[in-house]
């Protein structure tokens, strides 16, 4: 079976050779044929697997959040729970439940959602109810073959050796910070068509790999002390480098901002 990783959030998957996958970034969806992936899609093949990526940085329990989420679908979808159960893949745990619709939709419902350190999955499957032997254990086997993954080799070399996602773009960091000069090799900005925690997730795993310890992190957004941006620290051999995290366009890309913060006399 091919396997899907997306870049930024670092969660993988098996997922049925011929099938189409969607992937923007926040919600990637998985689908039997390309035209199911079309929500107006009415003809066979009509299910669908969605997962979608959320960061909890602050760990919180994961029960208020299983409970907000059941809710807000089964209120949105007119559905009604038939009870939940614990569910377990590897390192991740949670919750899964099947929902059941009105019967003039035909069409079946379930959800789940996962969590292993800071990152949550938000999962849900939906199929007409007759082509349920098309879906269920193909379905099945997908959730079953999700896991984290330790780096994304698509990632690039940036400055100062910190890593950049695949899709950042570089733009001048005296267009996007008002107190920098043009000429300041301390900054370096990027454009990067992800929202903010995405991107967070994305540094706190490649940042490691490449040897950086993560010293500070203010998270973005933040329950704690809300601020307009996140910021991270990172130090090796002797370097550190901040790198801020600015919400464009809605919270759906960010502004990646890099700065040589210090360099010790004993650093290579």
């Known amino acids: 079976m091919p396997t899907f990783t997306q870049p930024l959030w670092g969660y993988a998957l098996e997922y049925p050779k011929g099938w189409a996958y969607r ?17 107006d899609y009415q003809g066979e093949g009509m299910g669908y697997l969605l997962i979608r990526p959320e960061f ?5 329990p994961i029960e208020p959040r299983w409970s907000q989420y059941i809710t807000k679908i089964a209120i949105m979808r007119g559905a009604k729970k038939l009870g939940a159960s614990e569910m377990e893949i ?16 035909n069409r079946r419902l379930w959800v789940g959602l996962l969590a292993a350190g800071g990152l949550i999955l938000h999962l849900m499957v939906t199929h007409r109810k007759e082509e349920r032997h098309l879906f269920q254990e193909e379905a ?8 984290f993954v330790a780096h994304e080799p698509s990632t690039r070399p940036g400055p100062y050796g910190v890593p950049l996602p695949q899709a950042a773009q570089t733009v001048p960091a005296h267009q996007i910070l008002s107190d920098v000069q043009p000429d300041d090799p301390r900054w370096a900005t990027f454009y990067l068509p992800a929202s903010p925690p995405a991107a967070q997730v994305f540094f706190l795993r490649e940042a490691p790999y490449e040897g950086w310890e993560v ?22 051999d002797g370097q550190e480098v901040l790198v801020a995290f600015l919400p464009r366009e809605d919270d759906k890309h960010t502004v990646l901002a890099i700065h040589q913060a210090a360099v010790s006399s004993s650093a290579s």
């Open 90 to 105: 590897g390192n991740l745990r949670g919750y899964e439940a099947e929902l059941l619709l009105p019967r003039k939709l």
């Open 140 to 147: 099945s086997r997908m959730v079953s073959s999700l896991r």
């Open 23 to 39: 992937d923007d970034g926040e919600v990637t969806a998985f689908a039997s044929r390309p035209e199911a992936l079309d929500p």
């Open 215 to 236: 010293t500070e992190l203010y998270p973005y957004p933040n329950i704690k002390a809300p601020h307009p941006f996140g910021r991270m620290r990172l130090e090796k």
């Open 56 to 60: 909890n940085p602050f760990l919180l």
